[in-house]
Every structure is written in C-alpha cells, then in structure tokens.
C-alpha cells in the first residue's frame, strides 16, 4: 500500500511504518528497485506514531487494527493528523450475517485441514482466525476516534463482510 501510494502521489511524502524489520526491509527493497524517492520506511510499533517527527494528511492501515492497541493510535493521531486530515483503515471482521458467517466458519475449517500437514501455516492460519472471532477493533476504534474528536465519514463492510473499513476526518 505504502508502494502505491508512493507512485499515485509522486510529489507527495510518503511513510511506511511496520513492526516487523523483514518486513520493512523489504518494503525498502522494493521501493528502491522501483525508483521512489517520496517514501521512506520506520521500523517501529504503531503505537509510537506519536514520537515520530511531522503531521499527515492521511494515515492510513491496512489489516492491522486487530493487532494493535487502537486506543493509543487514536490519541496519537491527534497530534499527527492535519486539520481536514482522513484517517482509512481496514481490516478483517466476523460477518453479521448469519449465511456469511457460517461461510466463513467453514472457510476456516477447511483451511485449517487443508494446512493441518504444514507446522508453519497452520498454527498462523488457527491464530488469525481466532484474531479474527475476538477482535472488537471496528467498536474500539470508532469509540476511540470519536472520543479523540474524529468525525467517522464512513463504515463500510467489505464484500462477503470478512472486512471493514472505517474512515473519519479530522
Ligand atoms: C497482516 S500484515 C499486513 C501488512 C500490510 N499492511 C498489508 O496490508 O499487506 C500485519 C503487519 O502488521 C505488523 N504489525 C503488527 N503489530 C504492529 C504494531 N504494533 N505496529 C506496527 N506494525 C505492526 C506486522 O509486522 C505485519 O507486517
């Protein structure tokens, strides 16, 4: 995403922010093989946002919010975010629909056999559907933002609602 928003937006500055460093140096690998010169990457927790120089007209993540403490981001982005500022972020959910849920009950089912063989997907394939029952990040964050003096300008479910994006203006 970092990427793409890198080459829509050539003259505008671009960061990329991810826990992990394989992660980042890849990221930063294929930025440079690209040709960018408008985005650069932090190894860091989200979560810190808040200590890293210069304010955003959009902050935006992708399947992340599960796993991070929405909280500290939302107050964080107060301080980050440019008055007219959007905030996007999307990430999975349980579908509310009770056909759909139970597709995605035997989705889940069925990968987990699939990968029952495999000691390297299938415990991540059982975590992130766990994750995925648990979560209440599309609440948490809502409240938080809302709190934060966001105005959410969307929330909408992704098709087959296995995800949601929320989006909000500061
Ligand atoms: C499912 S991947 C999504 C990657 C990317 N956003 C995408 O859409 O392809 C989740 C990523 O979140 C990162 N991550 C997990 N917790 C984080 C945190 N607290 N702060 C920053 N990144 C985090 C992980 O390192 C991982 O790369």
Same mark, same amino acid.
């Given at each position: 995403m970092?990427?793409?928003?890198? !080459?829509?937006?050539?003259?505008?500055?671009i960061v990329?922010?991810?826990?992990?460093?394989?992660?980042?140096?890849?990221?930063?690998?294929?930025?440079?093989?690209?040709?960018h010169?408008?985005?650069?990457?932090?190894?860091?927790?989200?979560?810190?946002?808040?200590e890293?120089?210069?304010?955003?007209d959009?902050?935006?993540?992708?399947?992340?919010? !599960?796993l991070?403490?929405?909280?500290v981001?939302?107050q964080d982005?107060?301080? !980050?975010?440019?008055?007219?500022?959007?905030?996007?972020?999307?990430?999975?959910?349980?579908?509310?629909?009770?056909?759909?849920?139970?597709?995605?009950?035997?989705?889940?089912?069925?990968?987990?056999?699939l990968?029952?063989?495999?000691?390297?997907?299938?415990?991540?394939?059982?975590?992130?559907?766990?994750?995925?029952?648990?979560?209440?990040w599309?609440?948490?964050l809502?409240r938080?933002?809302?709190?934060n003096?966001?105005?959410?300008?969307?929330?909408?479910s992704?098709?087959l609602?296995?995800?949601?994006v929320?989006c909000?203006? !500061?």
């Open positions: 970092t990427l793409g928003l890198a !080459k829509r937006f050539p003259r505008s500055e990329g922010i991810d826990l992990t460093p394989e992660n980042v140096e890849y990221a930063r690998a294929r930025a440079l093989r690209a040709g010169d408008n985005v650069r990457f932090c190894c860091m927790p989200i979560e810190e946002l808040g890293l120089p210069g304010t955003f959009l902050v935006t993540g992708s399947f992340i919010p !599960k991070i403490d929405v909280q981001l939302a982005l107060v301080a !980050k975010v440019n008055p007219g500022g959007v905030i996007v972020i999307q990430d999975f959910t349980l579908p509310e629909n009770r056909f759909l849920l139970r597709g995605f009950n035997w989705y889940w089912c069925i990968s987990s056999r990968l029952s063989r495999s000691s390297t997907w299938k415990p991540s394939a059982d975590y992130l559907g766990m994750i995925i029952r648990q979560t209440t599309v609440t948490d809502v938080a933002l809302t709190v003096g966001f105005t959410i300008t969307c929330r909408e992704q098709p609602q296995i995800a949601t929320i909000a203006e !500061k």
